[in-house]
């Protein structure tokens, strides 16, 4: 071999390291990034308001975790795809020994095609200059990460909506023991009243009996209500991906949430601002882009393409590299399918069918859509209304249980009524709080109904 011949065979070897090179770092650094994520473990929350809790449940949940790695992979078969644009270098190496080299007749005499050793080296390259995958790929990579993006969004609204109600529902739990613990001081307190009031004689059992039957029955509730928390509890932190072992210090401010259930119900809902309506804009766009791609199937695949070969022939395998016959060629290649029973024109016509149907779809959705607002509309204002009047409810049983307990004492008043008065208040309460939070989840449905919700 010469040394001109030997060059070039280290400088083609060296290209190819370099190649392989980054890709190889790459893999490892990738490797290195997915175990460092996976050995993460999702932190304590501190405050548990609900802004802070739906971003946790954003941030760490499985779902939304799993729609971002979508989205990683996502851009990675674009690059892949985009990858077939730029030139396509390879090496190819063959060593081959004959132990019977292929005999031939030529003029009537028996000549020996071929020695007894061969190697071949080869380095090719070939360029796309029409195909249309590649071309779909380029045309379609932004839509594609766009679907993808939308995916995890439509997500993190559905997860969003669910936790605001499963906080909701811990709340009025929560409000629902406070009630009953306020009772039980109470009722402990009048307990004792009708116990000093039956030893002087001044009543008989029946006071004394109904507060215990009272008694027994709210300590009941509350424990009810606890184990009800516990479950609750438990669904909140599912929904967040929260450590189960770990406590959840739940924030909230009565007043500001009784501010924050206004809502203008006069707004009317527009189905282009809903995530869902997005996602079918940019699949109809993908569609488009598959119907162009089946209708370039009748163009032909072009591509130019060479190689350099250095080919080493000899009889002695030990001097088989000693002398090269190299070479080489360029050229340029089309193809065009003529005849395939039809296949083009049926994935042509398929193509546009699905196109026609995500018309449909979107047709579809603003039916449901506006169906699903008026539902969500309607549940907000009946709500509000009950919310409302239970207000306005508790502050009245407040008033009246105040005012008989001070005409008891005084003697004025029975202890049944006392009794039937506490019972109001109670219930007055307990429903206050019901509707409050009921009317908060139904005004989380009527932002998701008009596509305002956004995470």
Not at 258 to 285: A, G
Not at 362 to 383: F, G, H, I, P, R
Request: charge should be positive; avoid cysteine.
């Amino acid at each position: 071999m010469s040394q001109t011949q030997h060059k070039k065979s280290v400088f083609f070897l060296a290209i190819l390291l370099i190649l392989k090179i980054p890709s190889v770092l790459f893999a490892q650094t990738s490797v290195s990034e997915n175990v460092s994520e996976n050995t993460s473990t999702n932190p304590k929350l501190e405050q548990a308001t609900l802004e802070n809790v739906i971003q946790y449940a954003v941030k760490n949940h499985p779902q939304i975790q799993q729609s971002l790695i979508d989205q990683r992979i996502v851009e990675n078969t674009i690059k892949s795809k985009l990858a077939d644009w730029y030139p396509q270098i390879n090496f190819n190496y063959n060593l081959q020994h004959n132990f019977i080299v292929q005999t031939s007749i030529i003029g009537g005499n028996p000549i020996k095609l071929g020695v007894s050793n061969t190697s071949a080296t080869q380095f090719s390259v070939s360029q796309n200059i029409f195909n249309r995958d590649a071309l779909l790929a380029n045309k379609s990579q932004n839509d594609v990460r766009l679907q993808a993006s939308q995916s995890t969004a439509n997500a993190k609204i559905t997860l969003a909506a669910n936790v605001s109600k499963a906080f909701y529902a811990v709340l009025a739990t929560k409000q629902q023991i406070k009630v009953s613990e306020g009772d039980i001081i109470r009722l402990q307190r009048s307990l004792k009243d009708a116990k000093n009031q039956y030893n002087a004689g001044t009543t008989d059992k029946i006071d004394f009996k109904r507060v215990s039957i009272t008694l027994n029955n709210t300590i009941a509730l509350k424990k009810s209500n606890e184990e009800l928390l516990k479950a609750r509890l438990q669904t909140l932190k599912s929904l967040m991906a929260y450590p189960e072992k770990e406590d959840l210090a739940i924030v909230y401010d009565t007043l500001q949430m009784e501010r924050d259930i206004v809502i203008d119900t006069l707004q009317q809902v527009d189905f282009t601002s809903r995530i869902e309506y997005k996602q079918l804009s940019t699949l109809k766009n993908l569609r488009e882009a598959e119907l162009k791609y089946n209708k370039w199937s009748y163009l032909p695949t072009v591509a130019v393409n060479g190689a350099y070969n250095l080919n080493f022939l000899n009889n002695s395998f030990s001097d088989l590299y000693s002398k090269n016959y190299p070479n080489s060629f360029a050229a340029l290649t089309l193809s065009l399918p003529i005849f395939q029973g039809g296949k083009r024109k049926a994935n042509i016509n398929s193509a546009e069918w699905q196109l026609k149907r995500v018309a449909l779809d979107v047709s579809n959705l603003k039916l449901s859509v506006n169906s699903e607002y008026q539902q969500a509309l309607a549940t907000y204002k009946s709500n509000l209304a009950v919310f409302l009047s239970q207000k306005e409810n508790m502050e009245l049983a407040k008033e009246v249980y105040d005012l008989i307990q001070l005409q008891y004492r005084s003697g004025i008043k029975t202890y049944l009524e006392v009794i039937t008065s506490e019972t109001d208040l109670r219930t007055a309460r307990i429903n206050y709080y019901n509707s409050l939070y009921l009317v908060l989840s139904s005004k989380v449905d009527v932002q998701k109904a008009l596509g305002q919700l956004a995470y």
